[in-house]
């Protein structure tokens, strides 16, 4: 069964300092992965997905995520911080192997930027 | 700007009162579907439309409903809504149903039940 991981319930972080927000999975086949935020009150937005080739990946707002298929882990970074960047972070994964359109996803992990 | 609407953005009901949400979309996409989402919970996948085929996960409660009478709207009927229902629902849309196709998701209608 496909499974994401988000092992941190919450990332306390200073504004201009560099985040990471955590994220593993567990597919059967190869991946796609998917980062998501998610702001009070508000629908999902999409930030970045890994389909194949460079393992690191540019999305939106500044942004990245590296991909490391020996640690079946997906992380999202960003070098430097904003109080904006505040928000729920989803981690979603499909198993390209498999038939059906669910995203699975993580539980969230909670950022909060201090100024 | 292309998006996906939502309405209402709140909605409140009565315990085993029917209640519909409203989902529309100018992206023209082929793919709508409905997530619901539990305070500090992640999305769950209800069900979705690829074009006018309908696809239910296997652990949707009956009580869920879905209809799509043209490309542009969704709707999600709850029959008789329960107290367990109170969440927030997401309506998200995609261009097709491919497992690399990310989507769209609308701001999302939180629904109580009193």
């Known amino acids: 069964a496909q499974s994401v991981a988000q092992p941190e319930d919450q990332v306390n972080v200073a504004e201009g300092n560099p985040l990471t927000v955590k994220c593993t999975y567990s597919?059967?086949?190869?991946?796609?992965l998917f980062w998501y935020v998610q702001y009070p009150n508000r629908g999902l937005q999409f930030l970045l997905k890994y389909i194949t080739g460079d393992n690191l990946v540019k999305g939106s707002y500044g942004f990245e995520a590296e991909f490391n298929k020996s640690q079946t882990s997906f992380h999202l970074k960003k070098p430097s911080a904003l109080v904006s960047d505040s928000a729920l972070y989803f981690c979603?994964?499909?198993?390209?192997?498999?038939?059906?359109?669910?995203?699975?996803f993580g539980k969230g992990t909670t950022l909060s930027v201090s100024s | 700007d292309a998006m996906v609407i939502q309405n209402p953005r709140y909605q409140v009901t009565q315990f085993g009162k029917p209640v519909t949400l409203s989902c529309s979309q100018t992206?023209?996409?082929?793919?709508m579907y409905w997530y619901q989402q539990k305070s500090s919970q992640a999305p769950k996948l209800l069900f979705h439309?690829?074009?006018?085929?309908?696809?239910n996960e296997a652990d949707t409660p009956d009580n869920f409903q879905s209809r799509r009478p043209n490309t542009s709207f969704c709707f999600l009927d709850i029959r008789s809504p329960g107290l367990g229902d109170a969440a927030m629902y997401l309506c998200?849309?995609?261009?097709?149903?491919?497992?690399?196709?990310?989507?769209?998701f609308g701001p999302g209608t939180r629904l109580t039940v009193l």
């Open positions: 998200a849309t995609s261009y097709r149903s491919g497992a690399r196709d990310e989507q769209f």
């Open positions: 992206l023209n996409h082929n793919v």
């Open positions: 439309y690829y074009d006018k085929d309908f696809n």
């Open positions: 979603a994964v499909r198993d390209r192997g498999q038939a059906g359109t669910a995203l699975i």
């Open positions: 597919v059967s086949g190869n991946p796609y």
